[in-house]
């Protein structure tokens, strides 16, 4: 079964600082997406990755794809609070008729 | 509010009921997923529907899990003899093509 890990699962940040949240997953594919939960809320999407090399950016997030490595990033820019969330990375495999795999998620505060 | 939506938002039952869940997603979606999400966890998929085919229901936790979508519009998701370990928030997403979009989800908290 796809495997997907995010780490770091916990992340603390000041506002104004750059971080990375990773996302590795165990098969091959080419299309990966990222969503924001907030607290009891449901998910919202932010990213659609579909090839290898995607990069996208919207406002301070940058997303981007590398099917070799299997890996996705979520880069945050000058974080501000606004961002704090849980952000799930989602691997659909393609053949299974858009079947997410998501990953544990990471839980970004950031500090005032 | 042309988004996915899901009745009710919060369901509270005891140990053995039945409970019946329901999507309507966005109008123009042909295909509809359930998922389960338990607290710190990431989604889980459950099932999917293209129109009214449900193509996928191998992942459904157990045979007390049972999903339809008649006439390929709203979706409903039944658990029978419900159990404790139920307790989950249970997400409806729908598609056109590869992005999925969820609904708010319905709580579940079996006493």
């Known amino acids: 079964e796809l495997k997907v890990e995010q780490n770091p699962l916990f992340l603390s940040m000041q506002e104004g600082k750059n971080y990375t949240i990773y996302c590795n997953y165990s098969?091959?594919?080419?299309?990966l997406y990222w969503y924001r939960q907030d607290p009891g809320k449901s998910l919202e999407s932010l990213f659609v990755?579909?090839?290898?090399?995607a990069v996208k950016q919207e406002g301070r997030l940058m997303a981007s794809l590398d099917t070799k490595a299997r890996l996705s990033t979520l880069h945050i820019t000058a974080a501000v609070h606004d961002l704090s969330a849980t952000y799930f990375c989602?691997?659909?495999?393609?053949?299974?008729?858009?079947?997410?795999?998501f990953g544990t998620g990471t839980s970004l505060t950031v500090i005032p | 509010d042309t988004g996915v939506s899901q009745d009710p938002r919060h369901k509270i039952t005891k140990r053995g009921q039945n409970v019946t869940f329901r999507c309507d997603p966005i109008?123009?979606?042909?295909?509809l997923y359930w998922y389960r999400q338990t607290l710190g966890q990431g989604p889980e998929f459950l099932t999917y529907?293209?129109?009214?085919?449900?193509?996928?229901k191998s992942r459904l936790l157990s045979d007390r899990f049972s999903a339809e979508r008649p006439k390929g519009s709203f979706s409903t998701l039944e658990i029978q003899r419900t159990e404790q370990g139920d307790s989950a928030m249970y997400l409806c997403?729908?598609?056109?093509?590869?992005?999925?979009?969820f609904g708010p989800g319905t709580r579940l908290t079996v006493l």
């Open positions: 997403a729908s598609s056109y093509y590869n992005e999925q979009f």
């Open positions: 098969t091959t594919s080419d299309r």
């Open positions: 990755l579909l090839s290898n090399g």
């Open positions: 989602a691997v659909d495999k393609g053949d299974t008729g858009n079947q997410f795999y």
């Open positions: 109008s123009e979606h042909n295909r």
């Open positions: 529907f293209q129109n009214e085919a449900q193509l996928e």
